[in-house]
């Protein structure tokens, strides 16, 4: 049944040529004495595959994976799990995404924090304009090196975290 199951995997995925690499996608079942892809106990297979395109266009095909791999993940007592550079770049991505709205939604309670230690609401903003002058500086210089380098998403909320830290604290 094992058998089965993975040979079912391999053909889905084999099956959508359009989103992913019909020649790269692989099971134990095709190499000769399982070529490292299966455990000694034969209850756990890898199935490798690639996807076409690049990294930074890789949401929808995860996509059709996920859904592909979804039908069997929990059928029948088996685990199916996605892995790989662009499940692992979609997750940080995401993570990073998610993090840079929570560090929008703390202003509000940073603002009332300065409000009470200055004592006047005028006094206040001082910080925090000093902060959005200096993240919109740093956001317009990392622009600039964009050009020249890559530059990671998580740049964008390192940016933001020290800017306020340094405006607040000043």
């Given at each position: 049944?094992?058998?089965q199951?993975?040979?079912?995997i391999?053909?889905d995925?084999?099956a959508?040529?359009?989103?992913f690499?019909?020649?790269?996608t692989?099971?134990?079942?095709?190499l000769?004495?399982?070529?490292?892809?299966i455990?000694?106990?034969?209850?756990?297979?890898?199935?490798l595959?690639?996807l076409?395109?690049?990294?930074?266009a890789?949401?929808?095909?995860?996509?059709v994976?996920?859904?592909l791999l979804?039908?069997?993940?929990?059928?029948d007592?088996y685990?199916?799990?996605?892995g790989?550079?662009a499940?692992v770049?979609?997750?940080?991505?995401?993570?990073?995404?998610?993090d840079?709205?929570?560090?929008?939604?703390v202003?509000?309670v940073?603002?009332l924090?300065?409000?009470?230690?200055?004592?006047?609401?005028?006094?206040a903003?001082v910080?925090?304009?000093?902060?959005f002058?200096?993240i919109?500086?740093?956001?317009?210089l990392?622009?600039?090196l964009?050009n020249?380098?890559?530059?990671s998403?998580?740049?964008?909320?390192?940016?933001?975290?020290?800017?306020?830290?340094?405006?607040?604290?000043?």
């Amino acid at each position: 049944e094992f058998r089965q199951r993975t040979a079912e995997i391999v053909k889905d995925l084999r099956a959508h040529p359009d989103v992913f690499d019909v020649r790269k996608t692989t099971s134990y079942l095709d190499l000769p004495g399982g070529g490292g892809l299966i455990s000694k106990d034969e209850h756990t297979a890898l199935v490798l595959t690639a996807l076409h395109g690049t990294l930074t266009a890789s949401e929808q095909p995860l996509d059709v994976m996920r859904t592909l791999l979804g039908k069997y993940n929990g059928r029948d007592g088996y685990t199916v799990l996605s892995g790989g550079v662009a499940s692992v770049n979609q997750a940080l991505t995401r993570a990073a995404e998610s993090d840079l709205g929570a560090e929008v939604r703390v202003l509000p309670v940073a603002f009332l924090i300065l409000v009470a230690v200055c004592g006047a609401v005028l006094a206040a903003f001082v910080p925090l304009v000093i902060a959005f002058i200096a993240i919109g500086v740093t956001f317009g210089l990392v622009t600039l090196l964009s050009n020249a380098t890559h530059i990671s998403i998580f740049a964008a909320n390192v940016i933001t975290a020290i800017g306020l830290a340094v405006g607040i604290d000043y």
